[in-house]
């Protein structure tokens, strides 16, 4: 078992509850659930109802669990007045749908077109989400809210965030570590500029080019360097294994157990 409970996450699968739940207790591990971010499930309470009460069945606290908020074509920052308040409207929902349930926290995406680099959008983008996200942050004080990078080219435009809100409590960044390998910029880099702020963590393997969310262990990620990387900056955030389905699961765990990934400690 992991030394440290709950600095494990897993995806856990509706369909294979009882699996899951006996995986995760031989790690320590809460759940990140991914159901409630598809816009369909979002306009369907009854479904919602039903997802949750599914859940419920097999977790009677979800206090320590975590959600993927809206994301897909989510543009807080647009200058476009319809399409930022159907992005607002999205997160508002998700954070309701946390609420009700009680999770500790909703990670969501930066939304920022990948690349695009003009200093009036990246301010725009910048001012536009930390004026809404303290505002939400102090709305629901109870959850923790995080900030994940998507296909974002570098790690200093989230930093930049993440200190203009460094006095928000319940804000911080996610780091994806596979989607940061999918970058120009080095592992190195992401982690030494967002060490300060990152209080919550997504790993999964990938071939250096395509996002695949294949087990950890499985592609071309250096975990060797993740781990020295997190260890040497004393970052301390929880990691979620998002890849899909029990097996994939156990084997990411197992690797990580067996090589001693963070937060896992090697076998002696």
Same mark, same amino acid.
């Given at each position: 078992? &992991? *030394? ?24 320590? &591990? ?53 399409? @930022? ?6 997160? @508002? ?14 990670? #969501? ?6 690349? %695009? ?8 983008? &910048?001012?536009?989400?930390?004026? #809404? ?13 995080? $900030? ?9 435009? $989230? ?14 960044? &996610? ?5 940061? $390998? ?9 982690? *030494? ?32 360097? %993740? ?42």
């Amino acid at each position: 078992m &992991c *030394e440290k409970m709950n600095k494990l996450y897993l995806v856990p699968d509706r369909a294979d509850m009882e699996r899951m739940c006996s995986l995760a207790a031989e790690y320590g &591990c809460a759940f990140e659930y991914n159901d409630f971010y598809i816009p369909k499930v979002m306009d369907d309470p009854a479904g919602q109802a039903e997802y949750i009460e599914d859940y419920r069945r097999y977790r009677n606290d979800f206090s320590k669990d975590t959600m993927h908020g809206a994301f897909l074509d989510v543009t807080i920052h647009s200058d476009d007045p319809l399409i @930022r308040d159907a992005s607002m409207l999205r997160i @508002r929902q998700s954070m309701e749908t946390a609420g009700h349930m009680g999770l500790k926290g909703i990670v #969501f995406h930066t939304g920022r077109l990948a690349g %695009f680099r003009a200093s009036s959008y990246l301010k725009n983008w &910048c001012d536009r989400n930390a004026a #809404f996200f303290t505002e939400l942050a102090q709305q629901y004080p109870k959850q923790q809210i995080y $900030m994940e990078n998507m296909f974002d080219e570098a790690p200093d435009i $989230m930093a930049g965030l993440a200190e203009k809100m460094r006095n928000v409590a319940n804000f911080g960044i &996610c780091l994806d570590y596979a989607h940061a $390998m999918l970058s120009r910029c080095s592992g190195k880099e992401w982690v *030494e500029t967002l060490a300060p702020y990152i209080r919550h963590m997504h790993i999964n393997d990938n071939d250096l080019e395509n996002d695949l969310h294949l087990a950890v262990g499985e592609g071309q990620l250096d975990w060797q360097e %993740f781990d020295h990387l997190i260890r040497q900056y004393r970052i301390e955030a929880p990691v979620l294994v998002e890849v899909s389905g029990y097996e994939a699961q156990k084997r990411s765990l197992e690797y990580m157990k067996q090589h001693g990934i963070y937060p896992m400690e090697k076998e002696k």
